[in-house]
Nanobody, 125 residues
Framework: VQLVESGGGLVQAGGSLRLSCIVSGQISRTFALGWFRQAPGKEREFVASILWSEMTYYGGSMKGRVTISRDNAKNTVYLQMSRTEPEDTAVYYC????????????????????WGQGTQVTVSS
């Protein structure tokens, strides 16, 4: 499974940004797709995940300000960010897992075996 993110960039605080992640390869193996982020000097943080059942999970400080969605026809997963804050500045990664998860299990980055290269999001104050 290969993942390629795009859509990162510079946004003013309070603005919106939509990240995209194109999924290719053995897509049928994936159980869930997720978005994580990592700021300089900080641990990787779970942002959101979406299962093939369309169930979604959110976590971390962005909960309530992001929406994860998927377009199966385009093999693409999106992360819509709104009301951005300077603290949202980070590299955002798209990831895929092939194993079952439910609830908090879907936030564990250790269980995602496939990762994109990341896309930088910078929020200016």
């Amino acid at each position: 499974v290969q993942l390629v993110e795009s859509g990162g960039g510079l946004v003013q605080a309070g603005g919106s940004l939509r990240l995209s992640c194109i999924v290719s390869g053995q897509i049928s193996r994936t159980f869930a797709l997720g978005w994580f982020r990592q700021a300089p000097g900080k641990e990787r943080e779970f942002v959101a995940s979406i299962l093939w059942s369309e169930m979604t999970y959110y976590g971390g400080s962005m909960k309530g300000r992001v929406t994860i969605s998927r377009d199966n026809a385009k093999n693409t997963v999106y992360l819509q960010m709104s009301r951005t804050e300077p603290e949202d500045t980070a590299v955002y990664y798209c990831a895929a897992r092939t194993t079952y998860c439910s609830g908090d299990e879907c936030s564990d980055s250790n269980d995602y075996g496939f990762w994109g290269q990341g896309t930088q999001v910078t929020v200016s104050s």
